[in-house]
């Protein structure tokens, strides 16, 4: 009796002695479109205490990568907090197509829910696309439903997917009014303190000033000139040059103008800070999921493209922001009390006419006259019908029905596919379904196609371009690529549990989520990677 009791009692200490070691709240941020030299190129101008706090007192990952295709927002956000690839977790892009429908259809929308805080259908979405559970899940599965998985963005799929199938709430942007809405798929209304957030219309506030750069411009000497011609102006009629008149610009596309600006990291941090406070995150024995998306840099990015003063000022004011933040959870939850991860969903190419007058090998690829020339070669070879589907994220979708009522074999309709697209100019390969589920070369596209090929979503074919080349134009830039410019991210590991420290090795983003449920005495979401970052934790 007594050695039961020694054991019963032995093993309840043990039990406290991990409950008493897990981070009260895991913070997950994620910032879009980030490239790892972003934190090289303004490491100078940074300020102490966001992202070289973070360096100097976390763990950093330097040679981090996606490695799948397409690299885009959607699928970027499901790795990261899954653990798993796209061929596992099924989000396999931002859109995709869908045979079942005919139609495109969105990552996370959900037409048995309802926009809460909002009259219109933005907040039509949920998780219910994605095949996996993600580190959210696996949080509140671990104190049975008690702790809280909470996810903020500009963007629905950013906000969404993160927290998993459980999430307790999902924020994110009306773009006509500033105001931050959800889903009905977490609640039947807003909370009184979002409610509350949202009369303050800080985005109108922030707006109030413009937007001037943080320093004086000749100071911004990691970047090209204020006015080039590789920059989209945020209007028609206007140029890509300081200073920006935003409640103008607000008034004329929307609050989409203030999201590009540097102050829409300001209002998610805010938020942030709001959530933080008013839903008691951190503040029990039960862990908390906070992810936080920082839509910003993407949207700047996409306009202005990463050698712009612009996208420069926009990090330089996010490393603000991230002091800020860290000051918040310091405060608010307890130093060493939290542990936070940041990264990015992907990365960025450099804009391909900046490169091109640099003599540096890219171009445009015009997607609209491949497909074009792909169905007309189809029809001359194999006689007039409809051979396709749909092309998109670079993938062709055969008309598997017609092929049949033609008593035709697909390999056949792949084959010519693969012949037109190896001889049009951009492309650099062709791997076909057939090629997908058989043993692959050991190449970087050969195993990106494959990562982020679903049997159940994916196109019969899977088109490589070259690098440098890209569907977009000369200004501002894109991404989508196996290429190290779109897969290289940053990937920071900081407080609780977590060793200082760099590792050079390469590191896929599927190992966050392990490393952090190590580091976090939790189980594993099912579908996640096993293998960890070791240096980063502590023995």
Request: aromatic share 10%; hydrophobic share 40%.
């Amino acid at each position: 009796m007594k050695k039961l009791f020694v054991s019963s009692f032995l093993a309840l200490m043990a039990c406290l002695a991990i409950a008493q070691d897990q981070p009260k709240l895991i913070v997950g941020i994620v910032v879009d479109q980030m490239r790892q030299d972003y934190l090289y190129r303004y490491w100078d101008k940074f300020g102490d205490d966001g992202f070289k706090r973070l360096i100097n007192e976390g763990h950093l990952c330097k040679n981090a990568h996606f490695n799948f295709v397409p690299t885009h927002t959607g699928n970027g956000h499901a790795t990261v907090f899954t653990g798993a690839q796209p061929k596992n977790h099924g989000i396999i892009a931002n859109n995709w197509y869908e045979r079942a429908s005919g139609e495109m259809i969105n990552c996370v929308s959900d037409p048995d829910q309802s926009s809460i805080g909002s009259e219109g259908d933005l907040g039509k979405v949920g998780p219910h696309r994605m095949l996996a559970p993600t580190l959210g899940d696996a949080i509140r599965i671990s104190n049975q439903f008690k702790g809280k998985s909470i996810g903020i963005s500009f963007k629905d799929r950013s906000a969404v997917l993160p927290i998993g199938h459980s999430g307790n709430a999902a924020y994110f942007m009306d773009y006509e009014n500033g105001n931050f809405i959800s889903s009905s798929y977490y609640m039947d209304e807003l909370p009184q303190w979002m409610k509350a957030f949202n009369k303050q219309k800080h985005a109108d506030r922030l707006s109030k000033d413009g937007w001037d750069p943080l320093l004086a411009i000749e100071h911004y000497t990691e970047s090209t000139a204020d006015d080039t011609p590789y920059e989209r102006p945020l209007t028609a009629e206007g140029r890509p040059v300081f200073p920006y008149d935003l409640p103008a610009l607000n008034k004329e596309k929307g609050y989409y103008a203030f999201a590009t600006s540097p102050f829409g990291n300001t209002i998610l941090r805010l938020l942030a800070d709001q959530a933080i406070t008013n839903e008691d995150l951190g503040q029990d024995a039960f862990m908390d999921l906070l992810s936080i998306s920082f839509s910003t840099p993407d949207f700047a990015g996409h306009v202005f493209g990463p050698q712009s003063i612009e996208v420069e000022d926009v990090y330089l004011r996010l490393d603000i922001e991230i002091a800020r933040l860290l000051t918040s959870l310091d405060e608010r939850v307890g130093k060493d009390e939290y542990l936070l991860f940041l990264t990015a969903d992907h990365a960025a190419a450099p804009v391909h006419s900046y490169m091109k007058d640099n003599k540096i090998p890219a171009e445009y690829f015009d997607a609209k006259a491949f497909q074009e020339g792909m169905i007309a070669h189809l029809n001359a070879a194999l006689g007039e019908a409809e051979w396709v589907l749909s092309y998109s994220n670079q993938q062709v979708f055969l008309n598997h029905d017609h092929i049949r009522t033609r008593k035709m074999e697909a390999k056949k309709v792949m084959e010519e596919i693969e012949r037109y697209a190896l001889s049009y100019r951009g492309v650099a390969g062709v791997l076909s379904t057939k090629q997908l589920q058989h043993p692959l070369p050991d190449d970087q596209f050969s195993t990106a196609a494959n990562n982020g090929w679903n049997q159940l979503r994916s196109g019969d074919i899977v088109i490589q371009y070259l690098p440098g080349w890209m569907q977009h134009d000369g200004q501002g830039t894109s991404h989508g690529s196996s290429y190290n410019y779109d897969s290289h991210v940053p990937l920071i590991f900081f407080g609780k549990g977590i060793a200082h420290g760099v590792t050079l090795d390469p590191v896929d983003i599927t190992q966050i989520v392990p490393t952090v449920c190590i580091a976090s005495s939790i189980a594993f979401p099912m579908l996640s990677d096993r293998e960890v970052v070791s240096g980063a934790l502590k023995p």
